[in-house]
């Protein structure tokens, strides 16, 4: 049996946690499926990219797990990673989701949300990485894992 693969980011702003609401109700952290030819780090921040306008240097994997989606019934292998914005605007909603929110972390028990996004999220607060605002660059000056302005799929 084979699962997709979903590459979700933690992201943290002013101690709050970035969520997006799907059409199934449910809260979720930005991300989504891997493409050919691209590194989970690549695609965690395409993604956050497009789906609400922010960009991220993308730091620690956080955790992964196998996610039943019941309502369609499908299996989905999940990478979280915890990110780091770059200068945070207002949220930019693409159109898979119905709207999005910051939420401290005491208010994460009480939202419709798949328990493994609790234990990321938790994982995340608590990471010594996580007050660090970008992680040292790559050989040749690069920031880890940023998103190339070639990539943007912002309209």
Known sequence: MTFPVSVKGVVLHEDKVLLL????????????????????????????AEETGWRVHVGPVLDTWLYHVESVHRHVFVVTYGCHPNAPAEVVLSTEHVSANLFHQAEISALNL?????????????????SRRQPPPEPGGRPRSSLPADTDNRP
């Open 21 to 48: 609401k799907n059409p199934r109700d449910e809260w979720e952290l930005p991300g989504g499926r891997l493409e050919i030819g691209e590194t989970p780090e690549q695609c965690v921040a395409r993604e956050i």
């Open 114 to 130: 798949p328990r493994g996004y609790h234990r990321a999220i938790d994982l995340w607060f608590s990471h010594p990485e996580r």
